[in-house]
């Protein structure tokens, strides 16, 4: 049975600004505090927890190589977030640091899974909310997850993430978020 994406926008705003806090290090209020800390670095992949409310945990990782090389790209996130406000856990999200081909899907795989992920602006989401705890499992057992993407420009781009301490990650998230 497929399952529709329950929210109708492809990003909350709360988790964009949360990621955005995190991602570029800016104060996001008046007063100079950051949205978002960091609580914990597991391998490649890092834990933060918004300090705004609702509350979001999330573990975020780059990608460790990008090809091709030399193409004019801000740099790419792909994070796992929980919103327990919203009853969302373990959701999927790839900024990819350009504006992405309009209505052309990213493919990521790992291992023997492959996926055809939403593309909109420059992010990229799964399709099937069933297919995203499968996504998870499978980037808990697995070693590397690649990226494969076309860019406003034509630009076919890959970027490969390494898996290395997701695990310890998503559950140091979980437990925040609880």
């Known amino acids: 049975m497929t399952l529709p994406r329950v929210h109708p926008t492809p990003v909350h705003p709360t988790l964009l600004g949360?990621?955005?806090a995190c991602a570029l290090a800016a104060p996001a209020a008046a007063q100079g505090q950051p949205q978002s800390k960091s609580v914990?670095?597991?391998g490649?992949?890092?834990v933060y927890v918004s300090t705004v409310s609702p509350k979001v945990c999330y573990a975020i990782s780059q990608p460790k190589t990008r090809a091709p090389e030399g193409l004019k790209r801000d740099p790419a996130f792909f994070?796992?977030?929980t919103r327990p406000s919203e009853?969302?856990?373990n959701e999927v999200t790839v900024t990819m640091g350009f504006p992405l081909k309009e209505g052309s899907d990213a493919t990521l795989t790992i291992g023997a899974m492959k996926l055809q992920l939403y593309t909109k602006n420059e992010g990229a989401w799964v399709r099937n909310v069933a297919d995203e705890a499968k996504l998870v499992?499978?980037?808990r057992r697995g070693k590397d997850l690649t990226v494969?993407?076309?860019s406003l420009r034509g630009n076919p781009t890959t970027d490969k993430y390494s898996m290395t301490g997701l695990g310890q990650a998503l559950d140091r998230a979980a437990q925040e978020c609880k």
Do not use: G, I
Request: proline share 0%; aromatic share 20%.
């Open 148 to 150: 494969v993407s076309t």
């Open 79 to 81: 994070f796992v977030s």
């Open 18 to 20: 949360v990621f955005l």
């Open 87 to 89: 009853n969302v856990k």
């Open 40 to 42: 914990a670095q597991f």
């Open 44 to 46: 490649d992949w890092s």
């Open 137 to 139: 499992d499978a980037m």
